[in-house]
Structure formats: structure tokens, C-alpha cells
């Protein structure tokens, strides 16, 4: 078990690296990649499956745990403005495109794309990051996509070409509060509005679009700013930190929405007919006051060094993982000795994702450490290259 203690909203922006971001980050790919195991499991029972579907929404636990750090890191600059936001596109894209533009190159050969697959325009937007403006870019209509997932990536580009505006307006709880109604009535016309586009599609083509693009995910960042501000708020701290709340405790009630809300159904957009909002909303709003009670009481098994090591090489982790699940996939089955329907599906299952998280965890620690880590040391020099930092005046003190 790994030993945390909580962060005092003094200090809070000045931690390097909080395991409780790892940890977030850990059951938020553990997540992701449950969900795509039945793909290579068609005979999984539907109980087990149901439940497995709800890990399609760990893409909202990852883009929650994404502004909350990025917050954070705004907030231990002192840089002017200008400076401040080309220091943080130049550390986002060093910290995502290195690896991000090989895996197109992976899985080209990995998945082997034929010659005549390859397609000019898919490709630049996936490179600079616009592909989720576009039911042709992202994987909605037949075609070839060059990284699998990379519609999330695209996503969290658009977030952050206009963050440092945000970071600089949204300074306060209630400000943070007015950006999620804000960002709550950009999904809601969206999902209106959007039913008008691409009429040439069909009606689950058209709500698979709705449900990628950004205007339907900016809600979810902005609850990110929000959960932020509720992490530094002396209030709301006094008041979970004198609770009997604990993190098991908030992890298990967290477990139970998961198996509640899979009843619910996957709804991917605001429903005008009957009311319902999208399923990844209601995620979304539930994963707030657990990640929230893990930042302020971080003690338990919550928070483990598996789960945080897990967390730590997630990016690696999310890229690699379909390859890893469609290799493995094909040796599972031709070794297999027992039937693979039935209950012998949720036993074929477990085993699966087992030797799935394993496998994924060595080769996102090896890719972490050849491509992620060389990239971000890159993208550092590159900004003390462009500014560096002065010398100190001869006979003056300087701080540590």
C-alpha cells in the first residue's frame, strides 16, 4: 500500500508529481482497456458485459485528471502570459506527439494497412490534432484510422490550444461553477444543433460523431476546473477531512454508480425526446466527489503503488493497448482449453484482461522510458533554449 497524506491548498500547485493524479490515472486506463476486451470475447456473457461497457468512460476520468494537472502546473508559473501559454503548448506537445506520431507508424505495420488504406487527409488531422471536428477523421464512417483512440487525443489537443484563456478567467470556485453551466449549455445546443449535420449519415454514425466531438466533451474539463477548485477550497476540505469518509469507502460507492449506471445505458448525447443526458455526463459528475475524497484522504488501498505505477505510463499505455488486446486476443484463443461460452466466458475473460494489463503495463514502462521521457526532456530544452534564465546579479542571494 502505498502511504499518502494530503496536500494543504498553500502547497497544492507546488507538488511535482501527487500520486493521487497517477492513481486517477491508473483506473482510468485499467478502465479503458476492460472495455475493449470483449471485442476479442464475442461470446462473453451479457451480464459481464454490461459492466465492461461502463469502462468506455474512463476517457472522462482521464480528461478530468488532465485539467486538474494542467491547473495545476499553470499555477507554479510566474510568467507572463504570453510566455506562460508558449511554455505550456511547447510541454504538451513534446509530452504527447513523439510517441503519439510513431504509434502511426506502429500500427500501420502492426494492424498491416494496405497501400491503398492510406489516406492524406485522415493522417494530417490526426498530426496536428483536428480530427475530432469530423465524422471522415474520426472513426465513425469506414476508413482508416492511424491510431486507434486518437479521437480522445484530439479532443484533449482542442483543450489545450484554448486553456491558458481558460486558466486565466477561470480563477475562482464560482467562477468554475459558471464554466460548467457554460460548458454544459455549449453540449446541450451541440446535441441539438449537431442532429442538422452530415445528413448523408446514418442515425448511429451521426450520434457516434456527437458523442466524439469537442463541444460534447468541454463539459467534462470543465467539471476538471471545478474539481480543482474544490480540492483548494478550505471549506469544502474542513468539511470532507472532519467526515468519517474514507477512500475505500468513496471507491466502493464509486464502484456501486459504475453497476448502477450500467442499467442506464450508453447514452452518447442529450436526448431531446426523452430528456435523458448522456451517460458520459453522469460519469462525469459522479467521478468528481471520489477523486475529490482521494486527493483529501488519500490513505487506503485506494491509492496502491500497482495502480500508481499503472497511472505513471497510462499515455503509453492508451496508445499500445488495442495492438496488445488483438495479439493477444488470437494467442489466448489458439491455447484455450476450455469452452468459451457460457460462464467459461467470464473465466476466458478475467484471464484475458489480466494477461492484457500485464502485458500493456511492460510495454507502456518501455515505451515511457525510450520515446515519452527522451520526448519531454526535448521539449524542456527546447524552452530553456528559448528562454533562458538570467544570471544573478554578482553579490545577490538567490532562493532555492
Known amino acids: 500500500m502505498t502511504q499518502t497524506v494530503p496536500v494543504s491548498p498553500e502547497r497544492f500547485d507546488q507538488q511535482e508529481h501527487l500520486q493521487v493524479i497517477d492513481a486517477v490515472r491508473g483506473y482510468a486506463i485499467l478502465i479503458v482497456i476492460a472495455v475493449h476486451t470483449p471485442g476479442h470475447v464475442p461470446e462473453l456473457v451479457w451480464p459481464a458485459l454490461r459492466v465492461l461497457f461502463m469502462g468506455f468512460?474512463?476517457?472522462?476520468?482521464?480528461?478530468?485528471?488532465?485539467?486538474?494537472t494542467l491547473l495545476m502546473s499553470w499555477h507554479r508559473s510566474t510568467d507572463a502570459f504570453a510566455m506562460r501559454s508558449q511554455k505550456f503548448l511547447l510541454r504538451r506537445f513534446f509530452r504527447i506527439a513523439p510517441f503519439y506520431?510513431?504509434?502511426?507508424?506502429i500500427y500501420w505495420f502492426a494492424y498491416q494497412v494496405p497501400a491503398e488504406g492510406f489516406d492524406f487527409e485522415?493522417?494530417?488531422a490526426s498530426l496536428l490534432f483536428y480530427n475530432a471536428w469530423s465524422p471522415y477523421l474520426v472513426p465513425t464512417v469506414a476508413g482508416w484510422t492511424p491510431v486507434p483512440g486518437g479521437w480522445s487525443i484530439g479532443v484533449e489537443f482542442c483543450f489545450y490550444f484554448v486553456f491558458p484563456l481558460?486558466?486565466?478567467?477561470?480563477?475562482?470556485?464560482?467562477?468554475?461553477l459558471a464554466f460548467v453551466a457554460l460548458a454544459l449549455g455549449v453540449m446541450l445546443l451541440a446535441s441539438h444543433f449537431g442532429q442538422q449535420l452530415y445528413p448523408e449519415l446514418d442515425a448511429e454514425a451521426r450520434a457516434n460523431f456527437l458523442y466524439f466531438w469537442p463541444p460534447n466533451q468541454l463539459v467534462i474539463f470543465a467539471l476538471g476546473f471545478l474539481l480543482?477548485?474544490?480540492?483548494?477550497?478550505?471549506?469544502?476540505?474542513?468539511?470532507?477531512?472532519?467526515?468519517?469518509?474514507?477512500?475505500?469507502?468513496?471507491?466502493?460507492?464509486?464502484?456501486g454508480v459504475v453497476l448502477g449506471l450500467s442499467f442506464y445505458g450508453p447514452h452518447k448525447f442529450f436526448d431531446w425526446s426523452t430528456g435523458q443526458p448522456p451517460t458520459h455526463l453522469l460519469m462525469a459528475v459522479c467521478?468528481?466527489?471520489?477523486?475529490?475524497?482521494?486527493?483529501?484522504?488519500?490513505g487506503g488501498l485506494a491509492v496502491n503503488a500497482a495502480i500508481c505505477g499503472l497511472g505513471r505510463v497510462s499515455f503509453s499505455a492508451y496508445v499500445l493497448h488495442f495492438m496488445v488486446l488483438r495479439y493477444l486476443g488470437r494467442l489466448l484463443h489458439a491455447v484455450w482449453p476450455l469452452p468459451e461460452a457460457g460462464i467459461y466466458s467470464v473465466a476466458?475473460?478475467?484471464v484475458f484482461l489480466t494477461l492484457a494489463v500485464l502485458s500493456v503495463r511492460w510495454l507502456a514502462e518501455l515505451s515511457y522510458r525510450v520515446v515519452e521521457q527522451p520526448g519531454i526532456d526535448l521539449g524542456k530544452r527546447?524552452?530553456?533554449?528559448?528562454?533562458?534564465?538570467?544570471?544573478?546579479?554578482?553579490g545577490e542571494q538567490t532562493g532555492s
Open 122 to 124: 485522415v493522417l494530417l
Open 57 to 68: 468512460y474512463g476517457v472522462q476520468l482521464f480528461f478530468l485528471a488532465s485539467a486538474v
Open 101 to 105: 506520431y510513431l504509434a502511426v507508424l
Open 348 to 350: 476466458f475473460e478475467l
Open 228 to 255: 480543482y477548485y474544490l480540492i483548494k477550497d478550505p471549506a469544502v476540505r474542513a468539511r470532507i477531512e472532519a467526515s468519517r469518509i474514507t477512500a475505500n469507502q468513496a471507491s466502493l460507492a464509486m464502484l
Open 382 to 394: 527546447l524552452i530553456r533554449a528559448l528562454h533562458p534564465r538570467p544570471l544573478p546579479v554578482p
Open 287 to 298: 467521478f468528481v466527489p471520489w477523486v475529490l475524497v482521494l486527493f483529501l484522504k488519500p
Open 166 to 176: 481558460l486558466a486565466s478567467c477561470v480563477t475562482t470556485l464560482r467562477r468554475a
